[in-house]
């Protein structure tokens, strides 16, 4: 047995293992239950998530208005179109992108430093970590909704303090296409930063505190402890942070839906999941056609993922 | 003839493996003849089984059983107080009539609508509440509601032949029983155009200039707001213009997807449309129309142009009483002002009702100036499409949008109800608001539209 | 017999409350700064929702006769009151509870069992496996919807459990299923990191005295797991209570929907009332925010998402 070491975690000793072979001490009944617990679980994950995701592929080359079993070969007729003759398309590429730039600038670097802020063992920290959290409980719906009535155009909190809420001096946050994304940014944001906040709190509480104290004896600043010793130490968890950014960023739906509204790309506020849900669920479907907006989100989503699990993976082939 | 009734009276499960919705089936009068008569013979249910083993394939969809099992399912998109309560005094009406009970399964009208047509494929009602045009011709054809001839053969006595128009799907078979319309019209205030002396325009030009005067008056001539959910409501002014411009007939092409969207007729809308902007309410790409409105109630903007259910937002009966409407101005005197937007709003049966029987009763009764009394007398934001309703207590405004309604030559739906409403929602819509954002990109703007319209409109 | 890695010295399971190291001490200016930065972001972060509150407890005659933005000349529960019966909510709330209860419950169960069978067995298609779940949950849901509304027509479910229907469509057990199946993955991922931080001593002890794996499991895995399940079970409330696009598709009958549609009840066709809404909105947040104030003590302590390993 290695003794353990009071070092950073994140600095891996090289300890290699013999593969103990447990596998051959289980006796058919621990197999059977094994199997059980494994399998079920597997097998609804499959059912449920994995086959209509590949018959959504399949169908992303077809024509189909989702009624009735007249589904139609089409080839790659769907994403010539979405490519050359559908304008909301490339504007929700941008929109989404924007979207993930701006929350790996923005509220994720905010959250991991109001978390490690929050860290420090300090008063009232129950009271602050409680107050940022907040946004995190509610749904996504109601962000929408309480945002909505900050931002409406006449009664709204933002245009009533400005008195921007005459005709000649309208600002129209949720209207004006320059402004809108950033409008509703700023409302993704506030429930981003507080989710990225409890994520990283939960990987600074589980880092050793003797790595910052340290680095602080030998006469760094806050500064430099933190992006040369915690953040370093912190590997894991900032992948996840990152993973969590590029998928809310991408998977962006309920907030636009919310404060966009639900029938039709708004100009300025077009976006994946909405031209998806947009064409998929309406009441004259083209499920072909939004099949294939899916997979080209799909396909995004993946270079984001893979890398990630084989860089969180890989260790795993190594122990 | 394969056999129609196997699908329907045999499967207890409620749905029946294969022949949902295959849409150009038996004619829907036939098949009911015969249901007549072959349930009218006695031994048919011990054979049934037999019959369900070779009806596969056949069209008929639904499994409704012959006799009417006391309830009826009633699918409806009224979740507002108004209407909720409307539809469920209408429901007792009907219970307290034939002794049938109504379930009645409400789901907030965006939702319902946006999930129509998963609804209607899933586990839907008997009855259910939709939108008469296009928009009901397409469910009608795609097999998904069960044609209702044998209703009207009762209830047609109580409606004009527009009505019964705007009834059929395109295989000329009825689907749809109508309960209201309300008309759309340019609202205001009787008291403001008194006070500053303003006359309602009739023509184009008189409009314009009338919009100036309030300008310069320091009113904000039009209340306007397309926020949110309301993408919509630029279409009122198009459809009319449109009218007024071209005529109902090349609207209704246009909305149909056989004229082009890049004609100079259309141009012309636009550039109509254009001279309105200069004075609109700002700030409303993101007003919902209910603030919109509220602007009128606070005699802050002059116009209006909304459907009836402007009035909804009225909730003080003085002003209310103060609310009037002009129809749309004249435009091109070959058209003149002859053709009125009238949404209707009714109902049609699913095309895997459960109890026909029942569902036949209810549509029967739906159809009789007893339903609409009950409904109307809840819902006072709507008129009576039924000739058999008693008008008589309808307040100012109601009566004068059935005059109204009665005197078009020509009447529509409305932009998404009269035309596929994937492309009017996912096309026409963005396209208008984005326009509306920069009113110069008039010629984009169409080509946009045109060159997407063929993925809606294969002809 | 060998483990490698840092074997804890101060894993999270064995240590949810850490003692405080450094009690006393003095303080300094940059303390004073760090609470003032930190109550001004906790006030800004409050703002949107205090102004909800606000707007909530006042009549809809008092703020369209004065605007929003005035002094209110009364606050009134009214609002509430009439969410409270209007749009249903008592009716909502038992649905969400119905979704949500058994959901995450599933979600757990299901999660710890993967969870446990990669982290404590060296099979080869532990990795196959950890990454398939993961990358599931990853996916955009509305990827999923089309194939899922159709799979859901085809799985018939006895007359007992969905009446009426017969199928798995407009069912709970249907959304049930679906928000189990895309949770798994999350909460798999987490557990597993949490189990590795479990000694594999104990286990092996415990196999060694001839413990089934299921003992193993339930009796001295499961336990360790507690601060793990107070988190994901945190996390997966708010997550499946708040959820509406399963329910979007996968109802059709109104009564059954999740309490994120009453809102949408509340929101009129041609009539908006803002306080009302307000008033609705803020009390569907209120059983998520009671879990949270319940399992906050865990939550943290619980989500070390895998800090330990290297």
């Known amino acids: 047995m290695i003794p353990t070491t009071l070092e950073a975690p994140a600095t891996r000793r090289g300890g290699k293992k013999t593969p103990s072979r447990r596998v051959r001490r289980l006796s058919r009944r621990d197999k059977l239950v094994l199997t059980l617990m494994v399998g079920i679980p597997t097998l609804a994950h499959l059912v449920f998530v994995w086959v209509p995701t590949i018959a959504s592929l399949l169908l992303s080359f077809t024509s189909w208005n989702g009624i009735g079993v007249h589904i139609k070969w089409v080839g790659l007729t769907n994403y010539r179109l979405l490519f050359s003759d559908y304008p909301a398309f490339w504007p929700a590429i941008e929109h989404n992108f924007i979207w993930l730039g701006f929350f790996l600038l923005v509220p994720t670097p905010f959250g991991m430093f109001l978390a490690y802020q929050l860290n420090k063992q300090i008063r009232f920290t129950r009271f602050y970590q409680t107050a940022i959290f907040l946004p995190m409980v509610i749904s996504l719906a109601v962000v929408g909704f309480i945002w909505e009535i900050i931002y409406n155009p006449d009664t709204g909190l933002l245009n009533s303090l400005f008195g921007t809420n005459k005709q000649g001096n309208y600002i129209d946050w949720l209207g004006d296409p320059h402004l809108n994304l950033w409008a509703v940014l700023v409302a993704a944001s506030w429930r981003h930063a507080a989710y990225i906040m409890v994520l990283y709190l939960a990987g600074l509480k589980g880092m050793d505190p003797a790595l910052p104290e340290a680095a602080s004896i030998d006469g760094a600043n806050a500064w430099q402890t933190f992006m040369r010793v915690v953040f370093p130490s912190m590997k894991p968890i900032n992948i996840i942070v990152a993973v969590v950014t590029v998928i809310e960023s991408l998977r962006a739906f309920d907030l636009v839906y919310v404060m966009g509204g639900n029938n039709g790309a708004k100009p300025g506020l077009e976006l994946m999941s909405l031209l998806i849900t947009n064409n998929i669920v309406g009441e004259a479907p083209r499920i072909g056609f939004g099949s294939a907006i899916a997979v080209v989100l799909l396909i995004i989503s993946l270079i984001v993922i893979i890398p990630y699990l084989v860089q969180t993976f890989r260790k795993e082939r190594v122990r | ?459 | 017999m060998t483990t490698s890695e840092v074997a804890p010295p101060r894993t999270s399971w064995a240590e949810p409350d850490r003692p405080v190291v450094r009690r006393k001490r003095h303080v300094r200016p940059a303390r004073v700064v760090l609470h003032v930065f930190l109550t001004l972001t906790a006030i800004v972060w409050l703002i949107p929702l205090l102004w909800a509150v606000y707007t909530s407890l006042r009549s809809y005659a008092d703020t369209s006769a004065h605007g929003y933005l005035s002094i209110a000349k009364a606050l009134t529960l009214q609002n509430y009151e009439n969410a409270w019966s209007q749009s249903g909510l008592p009716m909502y709330f038992w649905n969400s509870m119905l979704i949500t209860v058994p959901a995450v419950l599933l979600t757990l169960v299901f999660s710890s069992f993967v969870a446990f069978f990669v982290s404590r067995f060296d099979f080869r298609v532990n990795l196959a496996l950890l990454m398939l779940f993961t990358a599931g949950n990853l996916l955009p849901p509305q990827v999923i919807i089309t194939p899922l509304y159709r799979l859901y027509l085809l799985i018939p479910l006895p007359d007992f459990m969905n009446p009426g229907a017969d199928v798995l469509y407009d069912s709970y057990w249907g959304v049930i299923a679906i928000h189990v199946a895309f949770q798994t993955g999350f909460c798999t991922f987490v557990f597993s990191n949490y189990m590795r931080t479990i000694p594999k001593e104990i286990t092996e002890a415990a196999l060694v005295d001839g413990a089934s794996v299921w003992r193993q499991f339930w009796q001295i895995v499961l336990p360790l797991c507690r601060p793990a399940f107070a988190a994901l079970a945190t996390l997966e409330s708010i997550w499946i209570y708040n959820d509406f696009f399963w329910a979007l598709v996968l109802f059709s009958t109104g009564s059954k929907r999740p309490i994120t549609s009453a809102l949408a009840n509340l929101q009129g066709q041609y009539f908006t009332n803002q306080n009302l809404i307000a008033a609705g909105a803020l009390m569907t947040a209120i059983p998520t925010l009671l879990v949270y104030l319940l399992l906050q003590r865990q939550f943290i302590s619980g989500l070390t998402l895998g800090a330990n390993k290297g």
């Open chain 2, 1 to 459: 003839m394969p056999h129609p009734i196997a699908g329907r009276n045999v499967s207890s499960s409620g749905r029946d493996g294969w022949g949902r919705a295959l849409p150009g089936g038996i004619p829907a009068l036939s098949r009911r003849t015969m249901l007549k008569g072959l349930f009218g013979a006695a031994g048919l249910a011990a054979a049934a089984p037999v019959l369900a083993a070779c009806g596969g394939g056949s069209g008929s969809s639904s499994s409704s059983s012959s006799t009417d099992t006391g309830t009826v399912t009633f699918g409806s998109n009224g979740s507002d107080v108004a209407p909720k309560s409307a539809y469920a005094a209408t429901m007792a009406a009907f219970t307290k009539q034939s002794g049938d009970k109504v379930k009645v399964n409400t789901v907030d009208h965006d939702t319902f609508q946006n999930t129509i047509s998963t609804y209607l494929q899933g586990t839907p009602d008997d009855v259910f509440t939709w939108f008469a045009g296009y928009r009901m011709q397409f469910f009608a054809s795609q097999g998904l509601a069960h044609p209702i001839d044998d209703v009207w053969a009762k209830i047609g006595a109580n409606f004009s032949d527009a009505t019964k128009a705007l009834s059929k799907g395109t295989d000329g078979h009825y689907y749809f029983v109508p309960i209201y319309n309300y008309p759309w019209g340019v609202f205001y205030r009787k008291s403001l155009f008194q006070a500053k002396g303003y006359e309602v325009p009739t023509k184009w030009d008189d409009f314009i200039s009338l919009a100036a005067k309030m300008k310069s008056d320091g009113l904000v001539p039009f209340s306007w707001g397309y926020g949110q959910g309301d993408s919509w409501t630029p279409l009122g002014t198009f459809d009319y213009l449109n009218m007024r411009i071209n005529g109902y007939q090349f609207h209704m092409d246009l909305m149909h997807g056989k004229e082009s969207w890049t004609d100079a007729k259309v141009t012309d809308v636009f550039t109509h449309y254009s001279q309105l902007l200069p004075y609109v309410q700002q700030g409303a790409a993101g007003r919902k129309w209910e603030d919109a409105a509220q602007a009128l109630v606070a005699k802050q903007t002059g116009m209006f142009t909304l459907g009836l259910f402007v009035a909804q937002q009225f909730t003080n009966p003085a002003d209310l009483a103060d609310l009037d409407f002009f129809a749309y101005p004249e435009v091109n005197p070959t058209y003149g002002q002859t053709s009125v937007e009238a949404p209707t709003d009714g109902f049609m049966v699913s095309h895997k009702v459960k109890n026909l029987a029942g569902a036949t009763k209810l549509m029967e009764f739906l159809g009789s100036g007893a339903a609409e009394d009950a409904y109307l007398a809840i819902d006072n934001a709507n008129v009576a499409i039924n000739s058999q309703a008693d008008t008589s207590k309808y307040n100012a405004l109601q009566k004068k949008s059935v005059e109204f309604i009665s005197q078009a030559k020509t009447l529509s739906q409305f932009g998404d109800r009269d035309s596929d409403p994937g492309f009017v929602s996912n096309v026409v819509e963005p396209a208008i608001a984005k326009w509306l954002g920069n009113p110069s990109s008039t010629t984009s703007t169409q080509s946009t539209i045109e060159s997407q319209k063929s993925q809606y409109f294969t002809s």
